[in-house]
């Protein structure tokens, strides 16, 4: 048995230190935030790390926070500056990651992820490669994804990743945990909850 907390979309704001202290009261094992956690993480200099390492009196120390890559995070000079950033922050050899808690493979892909799918912009994108396989892999465990660019919201995201969710119906994945939007917006496609 464990708890786990979702957060999005925090991007520095001070609001955010008071949703983290009721967030916390839950004692959480771990926090899984679906991006945007800074607000321009690929600029020059690291203001924005710095003021999340002091987020809730450091409370990401205490317990882990595994963060999903938003466009924020990539925002500034480069995509790839901003990935080097999270994966140098959180202390991950790669920006997309999977862990497995009790029953559950909890997989994460990053912003990118999406828009090249929306966009084709890489068709042999090694992160939709590694989900594929991951999602492929036959283990008894039941899957959960975290991304950051919404597959359905009837918010202001206009395009949907439609690939994606082929990808999720294929493979059984229990649920679906976005960011990006900035509301709540909870809806069953098939056998996934999003």
Request: charged letters at 25%; proline letters at 4%; one cysteine or more.
């Amino acid at each position: 048995k464990f708890t786990f907390v979702v957060l999005g979309d925090s991007k520095g704001e001070p609001v955010f230190e008071k949703v983290v202290e009721s967030a916390a009261k839950l004692q959480p094992d771990f926090y899984i935030h679906t991006g945007d956690f800074v607000d321009n993480g690929a600029k020059f200099g690291d203001y924005d790390w710095v003021n999340l390492s002091n987020t809730a009196n450091g409370e990401f120390k205490r317990i882990p926070m595994l963060p999903v890559a938003g466009n924020h995070e990539v925002s500034g000079i480069s995509d790839a500056l901003g990935i080097w950033r999270v994966k140098t922050y959180f202390n991950l050899p790669e920006a997309y990651y999977v862990f497995v808690v009790g029953r559950f493979k909890f997989i994460v892909v990053t912003w990118m992820l999406a828009q090249h799918v929306l966009y084709d912009t890489d068709t042999n994108d090694p992160e939709f490669e590694w989900l594929n396989a991951e999602l492929a892999k036959n283990d008894g465990l039941e899957r959960i994804v975290f991304c950051h660019r919404p597959i359905y919201t009837v918010g202001r995201t206009a395009e949907f990743p439609e690939e994606l969710a082929e990808l999720f119906d294929k493979y059984k994945v229990r649920l679906v945990f976005t960011g990006h939007d900035h509301i709540y917006y909870r809806t069953l496609r098939n056998q996934t909850q999003y």
